[in-house]
């Protein structure tokens, strides 16, 4: 009560004492509770940084696996477009087939952008990048056969043989009815 | 040696000598009077009746290059009712037959006209001195065709007609304003008319760049050469031959044929086309040939001589000399074969193809055909270079008492071919046999070598072959039992169409027989094909005797057909057309989808996108598909097709008595733009995008360079 105790006569009618006791241990007069281990204050700057660039790095690898998986979605839904558009040559059908045949080739031209942000000496980008690489890769052969079953490769036996010209031939033989 | 020349004049006549011709009168009493001789070959026409008792007749004969025509009565010699001389302007042999015609004059006196049919064919009408008209009726009696290009057009020399003066070009402009006024009267018309004649594109005497206007090289059997422009069938020159005039040497002279001679190409500057016009002596086949060179440009004959054999047949090379002469082989009566241009050039280029040379006569009266190569040298006394004898290599008897042959044809030899292969449906392939060396044979039972209905169905039948001519080897035979003919068929490619008549169905039929190459079938390894690695386009030898398979199908058809062709192109690739001569004197173009031996009756899916039509029993005659529209061709007798330098164009010459020329495109026009293409509007299209484009950039660019100062 001699803390809180109303001084009668004076302006303040309250005052209260906020020492802190956490921060400096030399004036540390209250015991701490009971399971509480104070965290080494004495640990360098390194080890924080490292605990948190390790999880910057698992951070980073997580997301770049997610990245290099990211083709497959879009693998399957231009699977299932150039599905729709049919066999025949159309303006959608040839449409379809180039974007689907485009767009891994984009991707893999900027395969060092995708993965800029994830760049890291800790993070192995070599294994994400070759999945990405692979099923962009997946991409272009799926485009690649839909083009063939349009029919615009050349792998027919016609294809080929269809330009030849006549072949020359060694003899030559005239004549017919005697001129009357 | 004396004739009585045939005339119809009471109590004269007239007798022929080797000089002169006498006129005799006979009189009642039965007495002969030489009434007067004339010198020079001379005609009388048909006595013309001019009052109760007289009657006049004319007589014309030549002398210097005029004519002199005379009209006298009949009973008094010495009374001339017309006497005239009438200059010829060009060069038409003798005058064959003389008709005359009176007219009265305004003085009650009688005019007389003459209607004379020259040595040539052409018919001119003489009145008062002068030939009033004139008609190439030669042209009637066509008998070979050629065709020649037209001069190149040389810098600096225009051939076209240009308008001399401002003051030409003035009337010109105010005849033609008045026409589209209406305000012209008929000479104005005729006037405006003939200037756009001249200045029309199409009768320009230079060459085209499509190859549209070339020169048709016609040989009539009175032995007169014309040249026709194919732009308006003008005459550009004739030439009546005197190789092929009745001489003491030559009793009986006719044209066999007209065949391309110099087709220069690389020399197309210096030197001008010439044709080879070949001839005989008389009407037998062993009788001495002549030769005729005529310059296509001038119309000039350049060289004629007279053969030391006979001509049974004359079969162009595909062989030429550095000057670009064309290498021909006649062959005689004897079978000797002589190589013409006579000259060794010829010879060396000649005896390194000569192993590889054949050719082949077909006896129709004794029912065989026999195959030749051959030798080195004549079997003759006189050394003669350019003399070849001949062996026999193979001979095929056809049996005379069922098979008597009618018709023969084969492959024309300037066809182009553009590939070997043909694509079906699947894009499976199939090779086509494209072999020059093919002969198709029509033969018939001899009773039903008649008319048609001399024989029963019983006992005709049509039976037809395709015969390699190089070993002899029969390819292909076909029965039609209880057809007879008479075949018209047509080569091309690797399909053959002739047409006959069915007697049990009575109904004239068409049938097509395509035939392929079934040993180059294997060839269906891509990677193989890709690499190159395929024998398709070796040259191909007829002994290495290639496996063959034929399809074939028949179609009915409701005409009679007078000659059948089928277009042509400079490369091959337009689809053709064939163009049937109907006895209607009319001539059709039917797609040759129509003759495909593929066709069934419920096509597939990829058979119809591969264009096959389902199969019909009889093949459709659509109205607009007659090439003549409705104009007749009358007396139809050969339909020659003529590429175009325009690779969709073909251009189609009919003759028979009149003639006919158009020009066709069988695919429609794929190659060029249409003629009312605007070319202003693709070009203000061309130059809005690109201002449009410029100023989008820059408005962009500000946008950005705004965007970046927020």
Request: glycine share 6%.
């Amino acid at each position: 009560m001699d803390k809180g105790k109303a001084v009668m006569g004076s302006g303040r009618r309250w005052a209260v004492d906020f020492t802190d006791n956490s921060t400096t241990p030399s004036s540390r007069d209250i015991p701490d509770p009971p399971g509480f281990y104070r965290a080494s204050q004495e640990q360098d700057d390194s080890a924080v940084t490292k605990q948190k660039k390790d999880a910057e790095a698992n951070w980073k690898s997580q997301k770049a696996w997610e990245v290099a998986q990211a083709p497959f979605k879009n693998l399957l839904m231009m699977g299932f477009m150039m599905w729709m558009a049919g066999n025949t040559v159309h303006l959608f059908s040839i449409g379809i087939t180039f974007s689907a045949l485009w767009q891994p080739i984009g991707a893999l031209q900027g395969v060092g952008k995708v993965f800029e942000p994830y760049k890291d000496s800790k993070v192995d980008l070599l294994a994400p990048k070759l999945v990405f690489i692979a099923l962009n890769l997946g991409g272009l052969a799926l485009g690649i056969w839909k083009l063939n079953t349009l029919g615009l490769l050349p792998t027919h036996v016609s294809d080929w043989v269809s330009s030849l010209p006549p072949a020359k031939e060694v003899e030559y033989s005239g004549g017919g009815m005697p001129l009357r | 040696m004396a004739v009585i020349l045939p005339s119809k004049l009471t109590g004269l006549f007239a007798v022929k000598t080797s000089t002169a011709t006498a006129f005799i009168s006979v009189s009642s009493e039965g007495k002969l009077e030489v009434v007067d001789k004339i010198m020079h070959p001379t005609f009388i026409s048909n006595a013309l009746s001019i009052s109760e008792d007289q009657q006049a007749f004319a007589l014309v004969w030549h002398g210097d290059n005029d004519i002199h025509l005379n009209v006298k009565q009949v009973h008094d010699w010495n009374s001339d009712l017309l006497k005239e001389r009438i200059k010829l302007d060009q060069q038409r042999g003798l005058v064959h037959k003389v008709f005359i015609n009176n007219y009265v004059r305004t003085d009650k006196s009688h005019g007389f006209r003459a209607l004379i049919v020259m040595e040539d064919h052409s018919l001119l009408l003489l009145q008062q001195g002068k030939v009033v008209w004139s008609r190439e009726d030669g042209l009637a009696s066509i008998i070979g065709v050629a065709t020649s290009e037209l001069p190149v057009e040389k810098e600096g020399v225009s051939v076209a007609k240009v308008e001399l003066n401002l003051f030409e070009w003035l009337k010109g402009h105010m005849l033609k304003v008045k026409g589209s006024l209406m305000l012209a009267s008929a000479e104005d018309v005729a006037a405006i008319q003939g200037m756009r004649l001249k200045s029309s594109e199409k009768s320009k005497m230079i060459r085209d760049h499509n190859g549209f206007r070339k020169l048709l090289i016609v040989l009539t059997k009175s032995g007169k050469l014309f040249a026709l422009h194919t732009g308006d069938g003008q005459i550009v020159w004739s030439l009546l031959l005197n190789s092929l005039r009745q001489t003491e040497a030559c009793e009986n002279p006719t044209g066999i044929n007209v065949f391309q001679w110099q087709v220069p190409h690389h020399h197309a500057m210096d030197e001008n086309p010439s044709v080879l016009v070949v001839g005989r002596c008389g009407t037998g086949t062993d009788a001495l040939g002549i030769f005729s060179y005529i310059d296509t440009y001038t119309g000039k004959e350049l060289k004629s001589f007279g053969l030391d054999h006979s001509v049974a047949q004359v079969i162009p090379l595909p062989l030429t000399d550095s000057t670009e002469q064309l290498l021909h082989l006649l062959i005689d009566a004897n079978g000797q074969a002589h190589l013409y241009p006579r000259a060794p050039e010829a010879v060396s280029i000649f005896q390194r193809e000569l192993s590889n040379i054949y050719w082949y006569s077909v006896e129709a009266d004794k029912g065989l055909i026999k195959g030749h190569g051959l030798k080195s040298n004549c079997a003759g006394e006189v050394a003669d270079n350019y003399c070849f004898g001949t062996r026999e290599v193979w001979s095929i008897v056809f049996p005379s008492e069922s098979e008597k042959i009618i018709s023969t044809v084969t492959r024309k030899s300037n066809e182009v071919v553009h590939t070997q292969a043909k694509v079906i449906a699947d894009q499976d392939v199939m090779y086509k046999y494209i072999s020059k060396n093919l002969l198709f044979v029509a033969t018939v039972s001899p009773k039903a070598s008649g008319d048609i209905g001399s024989a029963t169905p019983g006992e005709s039948q049509l039976v037809v072959y395709v015969i390699d001519t190089v070993t002899g080897r029969i390819l292909h035979r076909m029965t039609h039992h209880g057809s007879q003919g008479p075949v018209h068929a047509v080569f091309s490619e690797n399909w053959i169409v002739y047409h006959y008549f069915n007697l049990r169905a009575h109904r004239y039929e068409m049938t097509v027989i395509e035939i392929y190459d079934q040993s180059r079938a294997d060839n269906k390894d891509v990677l193989k094909l890709v690499l190159g690695k395929h024998n398709l386009s070796s040259p191909v030898s007829s002994y290495s005797r290639p496996e063959v398979t034929t399809k074939s199908q028949s179609y009915y058809f409701t005409h009679s057909i007078k000659a059948i062709a089928v277009t042509s192109t400079a490369k091959g690739i337009t689809s053709r057309h064939l163009l049937i001569g109907t006895i209607g004197d009319q001539v059709l173009a039917m797609d040759k989808r129509f003759f495909d031996p593929r066709r069934s009756v419920n096509p597939t899916q990829s058979e119809k996108e591969e264009g096959i039509l389902p199969l019909t029993d009889s093949l459709p005659i659509i109205p607009q598909s007659y090439v003549t529209h409705s104009l007749k061709v009358e007396g139809l007798r050969g339909i020659v097709t003529v590429p175009a330098k325009l690779e969709s164009n073909t251009l189609v010459f009919t003759y028979g008595v009149d003639l006919f020329f158009t020009r066709l495109a069988p695919s429609r026009t794929y190659d060029s733009l249409t003629e009312d293409f605007s070319y202003a509007l693709l070009l203000i299209t061309i130059v809005a995008l690109v201002v449009a484009i410029f100023v989008t950039w820059v408005l962009s660019e500000k946008k950005d360079l705004s965007d970046k100062w927020r």
